[in-house]
């Protein structure tokens, strides 16, 4: 029996805005840009991931505002009522990229709670790779990954008011500014030029490369929180007069700038600090990058180090933690709506689930490579290529649920034509090439 309770509201468009650039703005921006980046040849995946985010991932991020709102429901719900029953089976899907991804993703957020911890008591080991290595896997990372989803469940169960949109509102501008901050300091660093070079030098050689296109296309929508339902189900919060392309430009280009300036910080840092050949050939190799050259900068900084790595590392866990409980979000709101269950019940039993899902990714570095490969170049890939086209071919008038709140322009007719045409076929010969990577044979 689907809950007849009034649904619950954001209580400010700043809220709402907030929480949306909580749950874009998160490891993806950090860790996970920083490592692909490192991976898949610097500028050139820089470059196309503009390039994806502007001309597929915008499109697609209003495409959910406009279903989440004009619906009212979670993803399965919003589907059914603008598709028909027939097209709830596809809700399941972003409910099992919800699963999938959370379940690995508070793995990485245990370690940052880790890091933050250790930055207090400052005591990280001279050995900065040794210490990644030894916090990634194993029981203690397990332990973490366990403690963390104990916390997410505890705030989505407090539901969206009280829970996602205080956290949100509060720490999200500290983690900009933090950001912000050390690029400065990189650039005052000597030798950091050879990290410009590899962050901003684009081989144009490698814009074709197909590893690179859709390790770009993958990031962008991972960063985004694309793909999924998540944007549809923050918006299915949203009252009814928003400016959602405003709203949707303004949370692309939030996450974007977070993403940009942290790589102006870690690449120069890398370099000017002797790291890159351990991070491009060590053994825990690039998805460590972030992890090892950030306490190595704080020590080298001195007394302010120490203050500036807490702050960091406490920011950084608000940031995953912002988008986590997104991600449970999801799949909470679709137990809610779909089988009636109370949000108590809800958050907890699939945070349960979630959290023994994870364990093979604490216990391995390469199940949760994989799972995060898997993940975003194929998940949320093919979520956002479902997206598409039922916004673009399915969906009666789309343009009539975003003019509502803003002035109809020419703008919108390219947004459909954007998700009737070119966005899926992007989407379809990345999905292609990425199936034929990750599947063996
Ligand atoms: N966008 C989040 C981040 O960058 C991760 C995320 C992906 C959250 C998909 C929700 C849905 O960290």
């Known amino acids: ?22 749950s874009a703005v998160g490891l993806g921006n950090m860790w996970r840009f920083s490592y692909l980046t490192a991976e898949s040849g610097g500028a050139a995946f820089l470059v196309l991931y503009v390039g994806i985010t502007l001309l597929v991932g915008l499109p697609v991020l209003l495409a959910e505002f406009a279903l989440g ?24 899907l972003f409910v099992a990229s919800g699963f999938l991804i959370l379940s690995y993703y508070s793995v990485i957020a245990g370690w940052t709670v880790r890091y933050a911890l250790t930055a207090l008591l400052g005591s990280f080991p001279e050995d900065f790779g040794g210490f990644f290595e030894r916090v990634a896997t194993g029981r203690s990372a397990l332990a973490w990954h366990l403690g963390f989803m104990v916390v997410c469940v505890a705030i989505v169960r407090g539901g969206v008011k009280a829970g996602i949109e205080r956290t949100a509102v509060i720490l999200m501008p500290l983690l900009f500014l933090l950001v912000v901050g050390l690029a400065l300091y990189a650039a005052t660093l000597e030798g950091s030029g050879a990290g410009y070079r590899f962050y901003l030098e684009v081989d144009f050689d490698e814009l074709g490369d197909w590893s690179v296109i859709q390790a770009a296309a993958g990031q962008a929508f991972f960063s985004l929180s694309l793909g999924m339902g998540c944007m549809m189900t923050y918006a299915s919060y949203l009252s009814r007069d928003e400016h959602l392309p405003n709203e949707s430009l303004f949370v692309a280009f939030s996450d974007f700038a977070v993403a940009f300036i942290a790589g102006l910080a870690v690449f120069p840092l890398i370099f000017a600090l002797g790291l890159d050949a351990e991070i491009t050939s060590g053994s825990v190799g690039t998805m460590g990058a972030l992890f090892i050259t950030l306490p190595k900068t704080f020590a080298e900084m001195g007394g302010a180090g120490h203050v500036v790595g807490v702050l960091f590392f406490v920011a950084l866990v608000v940031g995953a933690l912002t988008s986590a409980i997104s991600l ?25 689930l979630i959290a023994v899902m ?16 898997l993940a975003g170049n194929v998940f949320l890939v093919g979520g956002a290529l479902v997206l598409s086209l039922f916004v673009g071919w399915r969906m ?9 709140g803003a002035e109809s322009t020419t703008w919108f007719g390219l947004w459909v034509w954007l998700l009737r045409v070119p966005v899926p076929l992007v989407l379809a010969v990345v999905l292609v090439q990425s199936l034929r990577a990750l599947l063996p044979g």
């Open 358 to 373: 994870g364990i093979p990714s604490a216990l391995s570095l390469k199940v949760l490579g994989f799972m995060d490969q």
């Open 328 to 352: 449970l979000e999801v799949v909470t709101a679709t137990a809610v709506d779909g089988l009636g269950w109370s949000r108590h019940r809800a958050a907890a039993l699939m945070g349960a």
């Open 396 to 404: 009666a008038d789309p343009m009539a649920e975003v003019r509502r």
């Open 1 to 22: 029996m689907p809950s007849d309770q009034p649904r619950e509201q954001w209580a400010s468009r700043a809220g709402f805005i907030l929480a949306a650039v909580g």
């Open 69 to 92: 709102r004009g619906s009212g429901k979670s993803p399965i719900g919003a589907l059914a009522h603008y598709g028909g029953s027939g097209w709830r089976p596809l809700g399941w």
